[in-house]
């Protein structure tokens, strides 16, 4: 069959749908249709279309678009020199009933308008598919600060914390393993992003993605009305990187402290996430001190803090070293509990005089409670409270506090530790 035979019966056929043969003709086509099952085929096609076409909304037009065509119909007559009557009736007089869809219906027209609905369905599908790609990210984006973003609860805390450059990224150095990296903007790339987290971020993910869609509705939607804040600003990249640091250190913190933040106003909770950071810094800070500042802690330790503290505890010998002299002040009053020495802050002063700026500025940000608690942390980086000196306390515990120790919860272990070794006659060794 050529494709002249093919119009010749799209057209029958489009006539037939139009109601335009006669009694007779149709009687006709109908008993060929029983027979030939391509035509059958052709036919239902045809019908399929033009439901689709029925369906598609009409192209609305205004009144002054129809009078603007008319006068340059009449323009374009005037110059021809034919008569406008005749030109404007042609013009505007409608097409015969059937016509239009008989045009667009019959071979090669007839795959315009399946051509255009695969295209329109093909466009919705993907605006639809990069909608959901769009969304996935900013859940992930959301799910990565989610911590952070709890905590300060708007964007100008984060903006205010995410001021202090160097702290933040000192921070991130120390937190880098377990730190969830910024999500990449391109969908794309999201894959190989995943696959590059370790285990400990996976899991920080997952689990802040769980606690996300147990969010109340109105607490998810302010989370992430200020997530997509942090994402319109120039600096959205420092400002997501805060909000994970700030998670990142209140996570380490003990719950009672971190609820503290729900009743602070805006700048006593700035304040107060400042001095978190600052402090963990500066337990950090404690690895990493060496040369000049090494140096001006031993010399301080020894001229100013020893006399500070015989004084505050007159039994200690004269010949006992600073670092023993502070964990013998710890054991007696815990300086982790926020004890001060009477001198303290002439003390801190004098100290904060003598060291580079960066260790300077984390003792003066720390709040005062902490600040004894880091100068012990630097003079004995294995730390007063280090899992090994645990053990040793441990060891030396009669049999009876060992054991109600092994009953204890996890969580209390180092403080009953603490508390059973500073009890009198608590150990091991026989007396004298």
């Known amino acids: 069959m050529n494709d002249r035979e093919i119009d010749a019966i799209d057209e029958e056929?489009?006539?037939?749908?139009d109601g335009e043969l006669t009694s007779s003709e149709s009687a006709a086509l109908e008993r060929r249709l029983v027979q030939d099952e391509y035509l059958r085929t052709r036919l239902a096609d045809l019908r399929k279309a033009y439901d689709l076409l029925d369906e598609l909304p009409e192209t609305p037009h205004s009144n002054h678009f129809t009078q603007t065509t008319i006068e340059m119909v009449?323009?374009?007559?005037?110059?021809?020199?034919i008569r406008p009557a005749t030109v404007l009736e042609d013009s505007i007089q409608k097409p015969p009933r059937g016509d239009w869809k008989r045009r667009w219906f019959s071979m090669p027209y007839a795959v315009v308008p399946l051509l255009l609905a695969i295209l329109l369905g093909s466009g919705l599908g993907i605006s639809a598919s990069m909608?959901?790609?769009?969304?996935e990210l900013a859940v992930l984006d959301l799910a990565s600060n989610l911590p952070g973003l709890h905590d300060t609860g708007e964007l100008r805390v984060v903006e205010e914390v995410a001021k202090n450059k160097e702290i933040i990224e000192y921070l991130q150095e120390h937190y880098r393993d377990s730190l969830i990296p910024l999500v990449p903007k391109s969908f794309s790339e999201r894959q190989t992003w995943v696959r590059g987290l370790n285990s400990i971020q996976l899991a920080k993910l997952d689990s802040a993605r769980e606690l996300l869609g147990k969010y109340p509705h109105d607490v998810s939607r302010r989370l992430d009305a200020v997530q997509e804040q942090i994402n319109s600003q120039p600096n959205a990249e420092e400002l997501n990187l805060t909000a994970r640091m700030i998670g990142a250190v209140f996570d380490t913190?003990?719950?009672?402290?971190?609820?503290?933040?729900?009743?602070l106003n805006i700048s006593s909770k700035i304040s107060f996430i400042l001095k978190q950071i600052a402090f963990r810094a500066a337990t950090f800070y404690a690895s990493d001190l060496q040369g000049s500042d090494a140096e001006?802690?031993?010399?301080w330790s020894k001229s100013m803090l020893m006399p500070s503290i015989m004084t505050s505890m007159p039994f200690l010998r004269r010949e006992t070293d600073v670092k023993s002299a502070l964990m013998a002040l710890n054991s007696a009053r815990p300086v982790e509990e926020g004890f001060r020495l009477d001198n303290q802050d002439a003390l801190i002063s004098d100290l904060a005089s003598r060291l580079t700026p960066f260790p300077k500025s984390l003792l003066e940000s720390i709040d005062e409670s902490d600040q004894l608690l880091v100068i012990s942390t630097w003079m004995i980086p294995e730390g007063m409270n280090s899992t090994s000196r645990l053990l040793e306390s441990y060891e030396r515990l009669r049999r009876e506090s060992r054991d109600e120790i092994d009953l204890a919860d996890p969580k209390d272990i180092r403080r009953l530790l603490r508390e059973?070794?500073?009890?009198?006659?608590?150990?091991?060794?026989?007396p004298r």
Do not use: C, F
Not at 296 to 299: G, K, R, S
């Open 13 to 17: 056929l489009t006539a037939y749908l």
């Open 74 to 81: 009449v323009a374009d007559v005037k110059r021809s020199g």
């Open 131 to 135: 909608m959901r790609q769009r969304r």
């Open 253 to 263: 913190i003990p719950t009672s402290k971190r609820q503290v933040l729900e009743d």
């Open 296 to 299: 001006a802690l031993d010399e």
């Open 420 to 430: 059973r070794s500073r009890r009198p006659g608590n150990t091991n060794r026989p």
